[in-house]
């Protein structure tokens, strides 16, 4: 069982090492696949040491997209537990403007969407973070 759940403020005593990025290229949703999964996913990633959260979503959405000119909107802090681990981090909006190559690293495609995908990667925590985004833009 997971329990997500979105807050004000950073929780105490929570690992909050992930930024999220919930983005949106000429009216579709994009999403990424891994290299080694056969999953879509948002694009996301880890947060770098000494990195604030700003930089860190516009690199991951670089890095994971290939946008190289777009609009970074915060959204919200969340959390998810699973087997009474919690961990986090930051969810973002973004708008992409324009797009430029793939980096080569870990993703190997990107796609548009209408609506979420069925085959997600994570499918119990980003329906729930994609939902919070279409309810606040």
């Given at each position: ?16 090492p992930f930024v999220i990025i919930a983005s949106r290229y000429k009216g579709k ?29 516009g690199r991951e959405l670089y890095e994971e997209t290939g946008a190289v000119e ?66 606040h833009i």
């Amino acid at each position: 069982m997971v329990k997500v759940e979105f807050h004000d403020q950073v929780p105490e005593n929570t690992d909050m090492p992930f930024v999220i990025i919930a983005s949106r290229y000429k009216g579709k949703w994009i999403f990424v696949r891994h290299r080694e999964r056969s999953t879509f996913e948002l694009p996301a990633g880890h947060i770098e040491p000494g990195e604030d959260i700003f930089s860190a979503a516009g690199r991951e959405l670089y890095e994971e997209t290939g946008a190289v000119e777009f609009s970074l909107s915060f959204m919200t802090i969340y959390t998810a537990t699973v087997d009474e681990i919690t961990a986090g981090g930051y969810l973002f909006y973004a708008e992409i403007h324009r797009m430029g190559e793939l980096p080569d690293f870990e993703i190997a495609e990107t796609a548009l969407f209408d609506r979420l995908p069925d085959n997600l990667t994570y499918p119990a925590i980003q329906p729930l973070l994609f939902d919070y985004v279409l309810k606040h833009i």
